[in-house]
């Protein structure tokens, strides 16, 4: 490609030429002034536009096999597209170069401006990736597709599995594993690229094998699904640091701040003590402290519902058949059962607290199975996993 000014011209013009025998770059361009010569009036001769500055250096690229001769040309111009058009037309009436039969035909007028914006594109995209690692940017509706572009540039997939990630997962010493696709776009959003989902509950061999050979902090959801992704990893791969989510909240809704919070306060996995759960520093309030009588029946049929539901954070609605009606998220579950008929069971990915057995009450529900009971109820039998006699996979 000539080399010019990119301020100056709109288009450059892209040819292809075959001559009949071995010929040399000065043979191409005589004939592109000498055969277009006269063809297009004063004002569209070669000659002229280029000493008035409405078209560059004219550029030839050339290789020679089979005593044939191949190549291309490349004319920068500032004229309008139609001028451009015509002078691409043009020089296809070339049939002779140099002393050989010639063929020239047009590959592709190219428009320079939109190789600038493409530029522009590209780099405001660059500085609001800088600018986020900084401070916290406001979010408008204008600003929202550029968003977005900044997160599908930066993200990739990794490993065999095509696991969600950072651009700079393989590069960096010390990574950080979460537990899938948008726990990493909202970290990347908030300016972390050392990321790597696992796409669910299970630990990926790439993410194992990864565990082996970097500084590894996993940073999982402030839940049940949270302590078993913790208590798997350590089985199987092998983990430096454990960072937790503030107690009931994903890894995908938390802001810069809080991610920061997190993260600094991880704990060395030395340290790390599997007894002390999340639920601690919440008051207990366990209205059941005789042991909980529950029938065979209710076991056998809870317990897939339960294994089934841990690690989505959220809540099946059973009938008394023991069918599943719906799912909805564990948050806010108590504002969405007040609106529902017909409830049997209630059975959750997380803490029956107060207000969720006072709506199952209101509800007329007969059971609310969760992780660990923190309420009572006169009307609503509250099992805990361990009552139902759950053994955690």
Not at 309 to 321: E, P, Q, S, W
């Given at each position: 490609m000539a080399k010019i000014g990119p301020t100056s011209f709109k288009y450059i013009l892209h040819a292809k030429f075959t001559a009949d025998s071995l010929i040399d770059k000065p043979d191409v361009i005589g004939a592109v002034f000498g055969q277009t010569e006269g063809l297009l009036g004063e004002e569209l001769d070669l000659r002229e536009a280029q000493k008035n500055g409405k078209i560059g250096r004219i550029n030839v690229e050339s290789s020679a096999a089979g005593g044939k001769t191949n190549g291309e040309i490349t004319i920068p111009t500032s004229l309008g597209m139609a001028e451009t058009a015509l002078i691409g037309a043009a020089i296809e009436t070339i049939d002779r170069i140099g002393p050989s039969k010639a063929t020239v035909s047009v590959d592709k007028i190219e428009d320079v401006r939109i190789s600038k914006r493409e530029y522009i594109m590209n780099r405001a995209q660059k500085l609001l990736e800088?600018?986020?690692?900084?401070?916290?940017?406001?979010?408008?509706?204008?600003?929202?597709?550029?968003?977005?572009?900044?997160?599908?540039?930066?993200?990739?997939?990794?490993?065999?599995?095509?696991?969600?990630?950072?651009?700079?997962?393989?590069?960096?010493?010390?990574?950080?594993?979460?537990?899938?696709?948008?726990?990493?776009?909202?970290?990347?959003?908030?300016?972390?690229?050392?990321?790597?989902?696992?796409?669910?509950?299970?630990?990926?061999?790439?993410?194992?094998d990864l565990s082996r050979k970097k500084i590894v902090t996993l940073f999982v959801d402030g839940d049940r699904g949270g302590d078993m992704i913790i208590n798997s990893f350590m089985q199987q791969g092998h983990v430096d640091f454990i960072a937790k989510a503030p107690s009931g909240t994903e890894v995908e809704e938390l802001s810069k701040k809080e991610i920061n919070q997190a993260l600094r306060a991880k704990v060395p996995i030395e340290d790390y003590d599997p007894s002390l759960k999340r639920e601690s520093s919440a008051p207990k309030k366990v209205a059941q402290s005789a042991?909980?009588?529950?029938?065979?029946?209710?076991?056998?049929?809870?317990?897939?519902?339960?294994?089934?539901?841990?690690?989505?954070?959220?809540?099946?609605?059973?009938?008394?058949?023991?069918?599943?009606?719906?799912?909805?998220?564990?948050?806010?579950?108590?504002?969405?059962?007040?609106?529902?008929?017909?409830?049997?069971?209630?059975?959750?990915?997380?803490?029956?607290?107060?207000?969720?057995?006072?709506?199952?009450?209101?509800?007329?529900?007969?059971?609310?199975?969760?992780?660990?009971?923190?309420?009572?109820?006169?009307?609503?039998?509250?099992?805990?996993?361990?009552?139902?006699?759950?053994?955690?996979?």
């Open positions: 800088e600018a986020m690692k900084v401070s916290e940017v406001d979010t408008t509706e204008l600003l929202q597709k550029l968003y977005e572009e900044v997160r599908q540039k930066e993200f990739v997939e990794y490993g065999s599995e095509k696991l969600p990630a950072g651009p700079d997962l393989e590069d960096s010493e010390e990574i950080i594993v979460v537990e899938g696709r948008a726990d990493v776009m909202n970290m990347l959003k908030h300016g972390f690229s050392n990321i790597i989902g696992m796409n669910g509950t299970n630990i990926p061999k790439t993410v194992i042991a909980v009588e529950v029938s065979p029946e209710i076991k056998e049929k809870v317990t897939p519902l339960v294994n089934d539901i841990i690690g989505t954070r959220g809540a099946f609605l059973v009938n008394n058949k023991f069918e599943i009606l719906g799912r909805i998220p564990y948050k806010g579950v108590e504002d969405a059962i007040l609106n529902l008929e017909n409830i049997y069971m209630l059975v959750l990915d997380g803490l029956v607290t107060d207000e969720i057995s006072k709506a199952a009450e209101e509800s007329d529900i007969k059971y609310v199975i969760g992780s660990k009971i923190l309420a009572s109820s006169s009307s609503v039998k509250l099992l805990s996993y361990d009552d139902i006699g759950y053994k955690y996979r």
